[in-house]
């Protein structure tokens, strides 16, 4: 049928896919990286500190009940500026 309508079927285009890499901050400083996520039914946050040298020293992770994407990336970073506090 397609080719009766004279319909070129292609297949779909893959996903740009984007390699990220993890840098270390500056001598003597701490780093924290934080993400927020949302489905329709819930929320969550988190984030990792870790220092020049690579070394692991705080995580967290809290389920933030409902809200959405933009409530848990805020709720990640706000959480992060406590704990550093």
Known sequence: MLKK???TVRPPKPPDIKEVFWTPPLGYWIKCNTDGASTTASSSCG??????????????????GG???FHA????????????H
């Open 5 to 7: 309508f004279n319909i």
């Open 47 to 64: 984030g990792i500190f870790k220092d020049c040298n690579y070394v692991f020293l705080l995580c967290f992770a809290e389920n933030l």
């Open 73 to 84: 990336e805020l709720s990640a970073v706000m959480r992060a500026i406590e704990l550093a």
């Open 67 to 69: 809200g959405t994407a």
